[in-house]
């Protein structure tokens, strides 16, 4: 299984990468939303760790131009963002779940 880890912070970043990787995924990382965005619209991924405060391009941003291009894989929000306006916003734009740091 192949996972995209998009996520500004470095740290957090590697922490998800290790993890994901020791647990036998391929995981790759973008760390802001343009190249979030470009990744995914040019690598298939099987599952992507979405982080919404990116730079360049926010996260619900990229998700909505995925999914408005049919790129169908899953989603996972993972954000300090936790009201619940904030929660309805990721789901509507097309994730499959979100959590919060």
């Known amino acids: 299984m192949r996972i995209l880890v998009v996520e500004d ?6 922490q998800l990468r290790h993890a994901l990787s020791a647990a036998g ?7 802001d ?13 099987d599952a ?14 990229v998700l909505r131009k995925w999914r408005d291009a049919g790129r169908d894989m899953s989603v996972l ?4 963002r936790d009201n ?12 499959d779940d979100y959590l919060t740091k």
Request: aromatic share 8%; glycine share 14%.
């Open 48 to 61: 992507v760790v979405l982080d919404l405060g990116l730079p360049v391009m926010d996260g619900l941003t």
């Open 33 to 45: 939303g343009a190249d979030a965005h470009y990744k995914g619209d040019v690598e298939t991924y």
């Open 84 to 95: 619940w306006h904030e929660k309805v916003n990721g789901m509507d734009a097309g994730a």
């Open 25 to 31: 995924y391929v995981v790759d990382h973008a760390g």
């Open 77 to 80: 929000i993972l954000t300090a």
């Open 9 to 14: 912070d470095p740290a957090l970043a590697g």
